[in-house]
């Protein structure tokens, strides 16, 4: 267990009891990761909760955006222990304050930094919460996507709260002992479908799959990483952000991380001297997390070279012992056919101010209109 006397409080935090929890806000990210590194060995946490990720993402990729890093810590009064981290920022959306994860859609998930005082029923994470709320500056709205029930087994605090709806899903599966036993356990339609797809890369000579962390070699395939995205999303007729230079800056120190280099791995799928598809993936704690997938369309739609990566992948985890693999969050058919489960994502919506309740009537309304114009003209499967 950590003791209290291991984080250390500056001088600019504020600090406000309320009953069985105290809660501590600081803007200083070094004596916040410190705490979290700390926490990490005993901890539960996802990778995008992680200090190699949160590092990045505070140093890079939040200063960007001209926000404020709202770094709170939480702790049982009683027991003098930490309860739980939440690495919040306030930022402006549309003329409202939001205070929200440290996201900016590259957190797939949304999870406290837990400790041994961690909440775990929900009067107990409602108590924690005014603790947080006590120090929080004004806001319109506080809203947190993507908040996972469990991790492991310990239960997620703010999925406890009242103020939840159901959301988004995530997609795990917890691989075999071999890479037979993955493959007996995929329908026959998929084993064909992947045989079929090996074929198709027979006629370019086959194919090479390679895991790389090495800094160096991976900068200029996150160069390709970006441009393979770009090219499908804008083919789609969407708007594509991670390729601006903040972006590839952040990713490119994510995997840039000394203090633990395996982290964030790339995984490239060649065929005939081209690259046709990569993924970059978090490894933590048994776990691989991929975020980012991109590949060839066109002439290589044959090849599937999407799903022949993501079973590449898993062939390379199950022979190394990793335990689970999560295609992060989204509903897509195409994470059930690899054999992963969906799990429910809850979002935590609270106005703090009249603005912030008109703010998020407004932002329902237009969701709600959204989702049924898609039901109604979504076709029947």
């Not at 994510?254 to 395996?262: E, K, N, T, Y």
Request: with cysteine; charged share 25%.
């Amino acid at each position: 267990m950590l003791p209290i006397e291991a984080c250390e409080r500056s001088a600019e935090w504020a600090a406000e009891a309320t009953g069985r929890y105290i809660a501590d806000c600081t803007h200083d990210i070094g004596s916040f990761l410190a705490r979290a590194a700390a926490l990490e060995p005993e901890g539960v946490l996802t990778p995008f909760q992680s200090p190699r990720w949160l590092d990045a993402w505070l140093n890079v990729l939040g200063p960007a955006a001209d926000l404020e890093p709202l770094l709170i810590t939480v702790r049982d009064n009683r027991r003098g222990e930490i309860a739980m981290l939440l690495p919040l920022v306030l930022r402006r959306f549309y003329g409202v304050s939001l205070i929200e994860f440290a996201d900016l859609s590259v957190s797939d998930y949304a999870f406290p930094l837990l400790g041994p005082a961690a909440p775990s029923t929900p009067e107990a994470a409602a108590e924690a919460f005014e603790a947080v709320a006590a120090v929080l500056p004004p806001a319109d709205v506080l809203r947190v996507r993507n908040l996972p029930l469990a991790v492991g087994r310990r239960l997620n605090p703010l999925a406890l709260l009242p103020d939840t709806s159901r959301g988004s899903v995530r997609n795990v599966m917890t691989l075999p002992a071999s890479w037979d036993d993955y493959l007996a356990a995929r329908p026959r339609k998929f084993r064909k479908a992947l045989r079929q797809h090996h074929r198709a890369f027979d006629v370019h000579g086959g194919f090479t799959v390679r895991m790389i962390t090495d800094q160096a070699e991976a900068d200029h395939l996150l160069d390709s990483l970006d441009s393979l995205q770009r090219a499908r999303i804008a083919a789609r007729g969407k708007r594509y952000v991670l390729d601006r230079p903040v972006y590839s800056d952040f990713y490119r120190a994510v995997l840039a991380q000394r203090s633990d280099p395996g982290f964030a791995m790339l995984s490239v799928l060649e065929s005939g001297g081209t690259v046709v598809a990569i993924a970059y993936s978090l490894l933590h704690q048994q776990t691989c997390t991929t975020v980012r997938l991109a590949h060839l369309g066109e002439q290589w739609s044959r090849c599937s070279p999407g799903i022949v990566l993501a079973t590449e992948l898993i062939r390379w985890l199950i022979d190394n012992g990793v335990r689970r693999f999560d295609l992060g969050a989204g509903g897509y058919d195409y994470k059930k056919r690899l054999g992963c489960e969906a799990e429910p994502l809850l979002t935590l919506e609270r106005p703090m101010s009249v603005k912030g309740r008109m703010a998020l009537s407004a932002w329902n309304t237009f969701a709600g209109r959204r989702s049924l114009i898609q039901s109604l003209t979504a076709r029947p499967s």
